[in-house]
């Protein structure tokens, strides 16, 4: 999946998460709309990883998933919708509209 520098992303189907070979960093999703929708809920990377670009590689994994199996995203995760898709802008159209930003 996503690479920069020697980090690779795995995404984690059972559990519903993308994250760092380390398992240290990653991003959390929730299934939504029978499978349409990916529904983005929390991004960690622990204090000795920040800095380093990780959030926001495995917000650019998540959202090449999803364009590559025709799903959409709910930006609920506060640094997937006021820090990656600002900065990202090309992956807007990704975003799911009916219906806003998950409750949770």
């Known amino acids: ?7 690779k992303i795995v995404w984690k189907e059972a559990e519903r998460r ?3 070979e380390d398992k240290e960093a990653f991003v959390q999703y929730k ?3 029978n499978g349409r929708v990916f529904d983005l ?3 960690f ?3 000795s ?9 495995l917000c650019l994994a998540a959202f090449q998933h999803a364009h590559s199996h025709s799903l959409s995203i ?13 900065r990202n802008p090309s992956w807007n159209s990704l975003v799911y509209t009916e219906g806003g930003k998950s409750n949770i």
């Open 18 to 20: 993308f994250e760092t």
């Open 41 to 43: 809920v929390h991004t």
């Open 1 to 7: 999946m996503a690479r920069e520098d020697g980090k």
């Open 74 to 86: 709910i930006p609920s995760c506060s640094y997937v919708s006021d820090t990656f898709l600002p």
């Open 31 to 33: 299934v939504r709309c």
């Open 49 to 57: 990883k920040r800095g380093l670009g990780l959030a926001s590689l």
């Open 45 to 47: 990377v622990p204090p």
